[in-house]
Nanobody, 121 residues
């Protein structure tokens, strides 16, 4: 079955950086787009970024453009989210999500358990 295991969440200071990872198994990773979605405390889900199956296409929310970079390594079945210039409002549980198609425009499919990012001085 599909398994998505996120890691890399931590307590970090404003202005710092983190790299989140999501190790995938149970499906042909290289044939699906992948996304990151976050949920801040007490708030709803917020889509962050999506990357196409071959890594050539990426799309990010305006709120994170210029600070967040999504990437993937299909040889390692892993998708990453590089977060720079951390802000307190980046505090959230970050989910890795398998999409339903290879390209942009699909639906959310399987979700991981999430990794927690806390930004505080």
């Amino acid at each position: 079955q599909v398994q998505l295991r996120e890691s890399g969440g931590d307590l970090a200071q404003p202005g710092g950086s983190l790299r989140l990872s999501c190790a995938a198994s149970g499906f042909t990773f290289s044939t699906y787009a992948m996304s990151w979605v976050r949920q801040a405390p007490g708030k709803g889900l917020e889509w962050v970024s999506t990357i196409g199956s071959d890594g050539s296409d990426t799309y990010s929310a305006d709120s994170v453009k210029g600070r967040f970079t999504i990437s993937r390594d299909n040889t390692k079945n892993t998708v990453y989210l590089q977060i720079n210039s951390l802000k307190p409002e980046d505090t959230a549980l970050y989910y890795c999500v398998k999409m339903t198609i290879a390209t942009m425009g699909g639906d959310f499919g399987s979700w991981g358990q999430g990794t927690r990012v806390t930004v505080s001085s």
